[in-house]
């Protein structure tokens, strides 16, 4: 079918993963009820094929905007282009002064909670609060969280957990924290470090920009880049000191060992670091698909492959080998406490807590391909019963700010209803997922009360560490 959209522009971007979608079809029953892209994706291609009406230039925008990259399509291939088609309209047209604001989830942050009372009164569910969000780009309808009198990284502080352990402080982590947990939940961050603390690990907290996911998500690649190359300098300099790098927010862990290493191991400072012989390119094993090198080396032929192994993604113009650093570097925190419990090194046991808890494993979670550890941890405290939601094809629908966008709000609301409908029939006493973005939608639609898995770790610490975490189980006001 002909087009007219200009070569390299952004229309042509996005028609090109029409294009290829439509050739191989098979997300069109898998990810029907899943996924707010591809069923407007097949709407286009099937309205072209009946009538020969090409997508104009406002249909492709809306529908890449329709992607929440919550990674559930199998081609990563296809994420990468609908977010380069994002960029390059952004480049192109811009981006609203009201999505810049709402993007910059740390500036929130900052400023919401410096003031959190007035804050807290100015965007409550009243007349003049649904206006001003609406002012800033805020859906009238989304209630926001209590922004707490103090903040994570003020907390770490007043600890001295921003300086750097002594050396010989025995195993040392830096923990990234994340915008969520740093300004809206405290209590995450604050339960994550002390659960640390207690596995006899030292903990480092120093300060970071935001991973980059929500500007990432918008198509705002100067800003991006901006956040990333700052977290790359002080990230890799500790990872060459021999901290292993943690996160509570599988979101932030998805962008530093998956996101921002693709392409590296194929750059060219990567071939020469391994001593790649000119004829072959050498990477680790299932370093294409950007996971965790798993021992040995798959070597291909330079002359057949140079041309689809390079490093030319979203994130190729920062160090290659830093990157590489830090994404070997980086773990969940769930997944590392597991293994630390596996090397007899985790907590001396747990104290019973008699309740019944659904667990939920958000999209980026499951994208890395580690399996539900906290689960296994949960199951390890007696007197806890802890179900798995299974199925990998839910979504809360949130996308991080872009469920508090005004044009994506109700959106956000259809994508995550089969999520909600399915956690409704459960009918848990309390839902447990590590993502704090599914944690703000599951308080907007769902009556039951929602918490970190990390902080029903902390809570079942044996005394003397035992006790609240503070702030862990705020709601949402407004």
Known sequence: ?????????????????????????????????????????????????????TPSGEELRALVERCNFCALCPCPNIRADIIRAKTAFVARDGLPARVRWVEDVQRIGKVCGAFPRLTGRLLSPTRAGRRLKRWIGIHPERRL????????????????????????????????????????FPGVARATVEVLQACGLSVFCPPLSCCGMPSFLEGDREFTLRAASKNLAVLSAAAEEGYDILCSCPTCSFMLRGLMAEGAYFAEAYQKAVGSDPRFIRVPARARAGGRAAGGMEIFDRTMFQHILKDDGYFSGLDPLRRIAVAEKTFDVGEYLLQRVGEGAGPGGFSPLRRKALYYAPCHQREQHFGRPYLDLLRRIPGLEAADLEGNLYCCGLAGVMGFKHDFHDLSITLGGRLMRRIEEIHPQ?????????????????????????????????????????????????
Request: hydrophobic share 30%.
């Open 145 to 184: 969280p209590e922004f707490p009198r103090e903040h994570f990284r003020a907390w770490a502080r007043r600890r001295g957990l921003h300086r750097k352990p002594r050396a010989a402080a025995g195993k040392r982590v830096l923990y990234f924290a994340g915008c969520t947990a740093t300004y809206l």
């Open 1 to 53: 079918m002909r087009t007219s959209y200009p070569p390299g522009s952004p229309e042509q971007i996005a028609y090109r993963v029409i294009q290829d979608c439509a050739d191989c079809d098979c997300c069109r029953p898998i990810l029907d009820e899943a996924c707010l892209f591809f069923p407007e994706l097949y709407r286009l291609y099937d309205r072209q094929t009946e009538t020969g009406r």
């Open 430 to 478: 309390e839902i447990l997922t590590d993502c704090l973005s599914c944690r703000l939608q599951f308080a907007q639609l769902l009556p039951y009360p929602v918490r970190h898995p990390i902080e029903i770790l902390r809570e079942a610490l044996p005394s003397p560490a035992a006790g609240g975490t503070g702030g862990g189980g705020q709601r949402p006001a407004g």
